[in-house]
């Protein structure tokens, strides 16, 4: 495994520095650790490290000493932001209301070489994969090096859209570090998107990169760009998938999400709720990585898949991948989905309407290393004819872990051969325990979530109509994602208050 190189330029951000303040940066001799550099007008000039910020200076800052640092960097852009010429380093600037400039922050930017190899047979798969993670992550970092293997090592013909110059660094001449990869300014931010669709019909890429895709334009751009067949690797706000699927702006990006209001057949069909929230369309991006730490990713690699399971309150969990520190990979496989469970082959009969004849009375449910508390708010949120009986002899059903079920599997055996049916499930969450109620009664009516969306919707119009806000009914954790999700639809505020078992949702203007 290729090691980890970095390069940094730090000579030539030290030479837009007044000398008194670049004097004291080289005595600390910290430069691997620097971040960033502050300068405020009246202020002590600070460097500032991982958790640390260090005084430069006990004078202030002066306006010399601004305008000299602001004659040796590139013009200042709208957003307030220069650079200097074949660097990564970033300057932006503060000023006042007159427009002058009163303080600078001074962003050191480092090319790191060989962060691509954790997800390089992701890259080479030839489709268009999401970065997420909190700012200052690496995001930016890995699209530059991702940006340089498409172009040096597989001879694609990569275009970068560089809003920021965050990407190829600052001048008319691209920082060495995105390789052969061509780079395209945009004059001004509001203009990202109309740059990226310009790089598709005037430049004939293979790969488009795109850093910060923040708005619904680009959203839009990005999806007319996968649309035409073009490898799309960009960034966006957000931590992780979950929240890109909340975010009304970027969550066409996953496909976008609305709420669906069933007829009455189609929702026996699906075994469903009437209102149920859908996928509106294909996502724009095959893959989403959500960067943990610098050197720990989760992968999702279907994202249709995993968003249609998300609407369904299922829990995918994404492949994890780590570097070792001897630079190795090491990757965890994504599990199975949490909602769901696995059952052993029973007996019990099924009428003629799909459904077990033991559903038409009262099912006497076995738990057997299953929490009580969490199956008996199972069966009074389905609102299901069934009692937990004390004894595996009592039971029409039994309902154990996987853990349990290997440890004894003779006894279960035994209770498939007295028509009792087993279900095994893969772990003791509220979740697991639902479904596999859910699947004893083959329910095709789910009257609490059919209850709760329709509260939800009745609120959400209350509040469209007379902006007064309005509480909603007490609902358990999957329930209330649901009625979040409906809200976030309509574009009204909504929040949980309360404490368990009386927590809800309260919806607002």
Same mark, same amino acid.
């Given at each position: ?11 030539? +951000? ?30 002590? &000039? ?13 004078? &202030?800052?002066?306006?010399?000493? @601004? ?20 660097? +990564? ?41 999401? @970065? ?9 970092? !890995? ?12 001879? !694609? ?18 920082? &060495? ?35 910060? *895709? ?18 799309? *690797? ?42 149920? @929230? ?17 050197? !720990? ?13 998300? /609407? ?54 076995? &738990? ?10 199972? +069966? ?44 095994? /499930? ?37 509040? @469209? ?45």
């Amino acid at each position: 495994m290729s090691e980890l190189k970095i390069t940094d330029d730090l000579d030539l +951000l030290y030479q837009a520095i007044p000398p008194l303040i670049e004097e004291r940066l080289r005595a600390i001799n910290r430069r691997d650790e620097l971040l960033e550099v502050v300068l405020d007008l009246g202020r002590e &000039p600070e460097a500032r490290f991982p958790g640390e910020a260090v005084s430069l200076s006990a004078a &202030p800052v002066t306006r010399d000493d @601004l305008e000299y640092c602001v004659s040796r960097v590139g013009s200042f852009t709208l957003d307030n932001r220069a650079g200097i010429e074949r660097t +990564l380093h970033r300057i932006s600037a503060l000023r006042n209301r007159q427009g002058a400039v009163v303080g600078l922050t001074c962003r050191i930017g480092r090319c790191v070489y060989g962060t691509v190899n954790i997800i390089r047979d992701i890259v080479e798969s030839g489709k268009s994969i999401l @970065l997420l993670g909190r700012p200052g992550i690496g995001k930016t970092t !890995k699209l530059r090096e991702v940006a340089r293997v498409l172009a040096d090592e597989l001879s !694609k013909r990569v275009v970068i859209v560089d809003t920021s110059n965050e990407i190829a660094g600052d001048g008319d001449i691209p920082h &060495p570090g995105i390789g052969r990869a061509r780079r395209m300014q945009v004059p001004r931010p509001d203009l990202q998107h109309a740059v990226m669709i310009e790089a598709v019909e005037n430049h004939m890429p293979e790969v488009i990169v795109i850093d910060e *895709i923040g708005t619904e334009a680009e959203a839009l751009a990005a999806r007319t760009i996968a649309e035409r067949g073009v490898q799309l *690797i960009g960034t966006a706000h957000g931590n992780t998938l979950e929240n890109l699927l909340m975010n009304p702006t970027l969550s066409d990006l996953i496909g976008g999400i609305h709420a669906v209001t069933l007829s009455d057949e189609e929702a026996k069909r699906r075994g469903t709720q009437k209102t149920v @929230l859908e996928r509106k369309a294909p996502p724009t991006f095959d893959i989403v990585v959500e960067i943990m730490e610098i050197n !720990k990713l989760a992968i999702h690699h279907d994202v249709s898949e995993v968003v249609d399971r998300m /609407l369904r309150g299922m829990i995918s969990s994404p492949e994890i991948r780590f570097r070792k520190p001897d630079g190795e990979v090491e990757a965890i496989a994504a599990q199975q989905p949490e909602y769901g469970f696995e059952e052993m082959p029973s007996r019990f009969e099924v009428a003629e309407t799909g459904r077990p004849r033991y559903s038409s009375r009262t099912l006497r449910i076995f &738990p057997y290393g299953v929490s009580r508390n969490k199956l008996e708010r199972a +069966l009074t949120d389905l609102q299901v004819r069934a009692e937990i009986v004390k004894h595996p002899e009592q039971a029409d059903a039994i309902l154990t872990l996987k853990s349990s079920y290997r440890r004894g599997p003779d006894k279960f055996h035994a209770a498939v051969a007295a028509n009792v049916a087993v279900h095994v /499930l893969r772990s003791n969450t509220y979740q697991q325990i639902l479904g596999a109620v859910r699947e004893m009664f083959h329910l095709t009516s789910l009257g609490a979530e059919e209850r709760a969306m329709r509260e939800a919707q009745e609120a959400i119009q209350h509040v @469209l109509e007379t902006s007064e806000p309005a509480e909603l009914s007490p609902q358990p954790s999957y329930l209330r994602r649901l009625q979040h999700q409906l809200a976030n639809q309509y574009e009204v505020h909504s929040e949980s208050v309360g404490v368990e078992p009386n927590r809800r949702i309260r919806v607002s203007k």
